[in-house]
Structures are given as C-alpha cells and as structure tokens.
C-alpha cells in the first residue's frame, strides 16, 4: 500500500511493509533505500538479556530497532540515524507500532557519537553499515541508497570507533557485513579493541558461496572466536525459503 502518513514530510510515496504475518508494520520509501534480509538476519542473530540496553547505528527507517523490540519486550533501544527524513520516517515507525516508551530516535552522526550518546552507556550495539568504499565503483542512485550502501558519510573504522565509543566494558558489537570482506571487518574490529567472538556465514542455498557474514564482537574480549554453522537463506537456487529462515519471520 502507497501512502503519505500524517505527521511525515509530504510529497514522498510510501509503502507499508509488514514483517511476522502484518504484526509489525515498517513504513519506508518507495523510492528510497529500502531494507532487506540483512536486517532481518542481523536482528534474529542477536541474543539479548533482559533489559539490556542497544544501540542501533545508522537506524534508517528503523527496522533493526523494531525487529529487536518485536522479539524482545524488555530491551531498551536508541535508534541513530543521519538523515533528516529517515529519521522522521523511523520515529514515525516506531509511534505507529507502539514503541515510544521503548525505542528512542536520536538525529546523529556515528563519526562524531560523543555529541548524542554517553561514552561506555550500552550493553550492544548493532549495526548494518555502508560496506562499498566511495571511491570503488559506482554510486548507487539516490541519496538514501548512496549513504546506506557506500561510505559517504563515515566508513568502517569511524563505525566501529562509535561502537567502541559506546559499548560498556565487555559489551557486544554485532554487524552483518558482505563475506567478501570478513577478513578487513575482523581485523578493523580487533584493531578498536572489539575481539570478534561468533561468526556465521550466510549462503544463498547449499554449496552456494558465502553471501554476508553475521558477526558479534565484545569489548575488552578474550581471543576466542566460535564458527557457527553456516545459514542458508533458501533451500536450493531459486528455491523457496530454509527452514533456518522462515524462522526468521515466525511471530
């Protein structure tokens, strides 16, 4: 469904996307960047405890924060995010779905987090980056998309500093980042002091090439890094969802 939603800038189209069989409805740019499995799969990758407080970095319109919020009634979110009409889209999202008391949207930019957040006041942070260097290929069309997917504004090593930045003493950082370049993001992370502690690489089907890789790093961490199994998003090429995947999307 197109709409305009009241409270939101006029003159964009909008679509609203439901996750969990229409449970949780995410409103987003038609034309905008619009989010995809990789949020889905960072957010089922995460296990919290109760209470807990995250940080979610480069928030777009706000579906990592919603996805955790969803899953996990007792954490505690704030939801960082750059550009003026993601912001106001993602703190529309997370009104229209309930989630005021518990989702907080902050306008920032991860490069300088110290002007929005306390240093060390998250128990995790989360994050879905821009992972294609501005300077490599080319630019996708559209600011959103630009920003969303190219270091335009800030790159990896300004990211996880902010991760760092924020984190609590053995906090969690957790990311899903493309495969092709795990071993730039484990390097980048140990180099901010986020030892790297569990790994899965995610396939599009059995025998397909590793896609992304899902990371999760702890602050001040012992050198002990766990491999997961590997997740197949579908059955075969071309084939329908895994089982591991439809999981994903179960209420």
Known sequence: MCTEPAGISSGLAYTDDTLFEGRLICRQHRHGYRFSVDAVLLAHFLDPKREET???LGAGCGVISLLLA??????????LELQPQLVELCRHN??????????????GDFRTPWEV???????????????????????????????????????????????????Q???????VYPAARVGVLLAALKNKGLEP???????????GRGRLVLVEAIKGG???LVVLPPFYINTSPGGSYSAEMRRCYTP
């Open 54 to 56: 995250v940080l979610d």
């Open 70 to 79: 969803y899953r996990w009634p007792h954490l505690r979110l704030t939801a």
């Open 94 to 107: 997370v009104v229209v779905s309930g989630y005021s008391e518990r989702i907080a949207v902050v306008r």
């Open 117 to 167: 957040v306390e240093a060390g006041s998250f128990a995790r942070v989360v994050a879905n980056p821009p992972f294609r260097p501005a300077e490599n290929g080319r630019v996708s069309g559209g600011v959103e998309q630009a920003m969303a997917r190219h270091e335009l504004a800030g790159g990896l090593t300004d990211l996880l500093g902010a991760m760092a930045f924020a984190l």
């Open 169 to 175: 003493s053995k906090g969690r950082a957790t990311l």
């Open 197 to 207: 502690k569990r790994l899965q690489m995610v396939h599009s089907h059995p025998g």
């Open 222 to 224: 012992g050198e002990e």
